[in-house]
């Protein structure tokens, strides 16, 4: 494949995600604690959780570490980074979440499991295929050290507010409770914010277009999903903070 095919590919691919967005915007995905049971057949959490971020961990990792001949060394880092990512969320996470008797549409997972094989797939052909070759100079470009320290702190602010809703629910088995500490002082959803941030990264240290491509759909997705998740809040508890925020302190 040409790379302007692939770009065209990638373009048309960030074109559905703009043209899902106020879809998104409209209708909460049905799980978690928008679960509904009107949307067919059930999964557990965690299986489901598995299942679907696991297509991004391997497709990525098969495109990208089998495909050439001998991997640069940057392109090596950047797999890295991916895979580093998807074995928390899709090996790590799952196993420490209690949900025990929790479920999710078995059509929301395959949707998930489609998105991560596309959104792994234009990756790892990128990287694994595609992709020329960073410049040897290209660790000291202001991209890539930018990149670097925002992913590192977007994966940071991600994993320790996983951690404290994860405790949370371990408190209070069954239950949802408003959750405190860290940034939950000022939004509903800095576990989200954090992972914005963390691809966001990604995305200025690769400069490329299909990182982009992810950047823009996790914004899509998970945008949407916060604003959801705060106004539940906000109609679950009469007491819930009236100034915290959806997404963004002081502004969203």
Known sequence: M?????????????????????????????YGRHTRYNWGPMISNRLGWFLMELPSLLVFGWLTLSKRPSVPDLITFFAFLWIFHYTYRAIIFPFLINTRGKKMPVVIMLFAVFFNLINGGLNGYWFGILSPAYPTDWVTDFRFIGGVILFVTGFAIHRHHDRIL???????????????????????????????????????????????????????????????????????????????????????
């Open 166 to 252: 994860i405790n949370l629910r371990k408190n209070s088995p069954g239950s949802y409770q408003i959750p405190t500490g860290g940034l939950f002082r000022f939004i509903s959803c800095p576990n989200f914010l954090g992972e914005m941030i963390e691809w966001g990264g990604f995305a200025l240290m690769t400069w490329c277009l299909p990182s982009t491509s992810f950047f823009i759909w996790t914004v899509v997705n998970l945008l949407p999903r916060s604003l959801d998740h705060h106004r539940w809040y906000r109609s679950s508890f009469a007491d819930y903070p009236a100034k915290r925020k959806a997404l963004v302190p002081f502004i969203l």
């Open 2 to 30: 040409s790379i302007e095919t692939f770009n065209t590919i990638v373009l048309i691919w960030i074109g559905i995600a703009l043209f899902l967005f106020p879809v998104l915007l409209k209708i909460p995905a049905p």
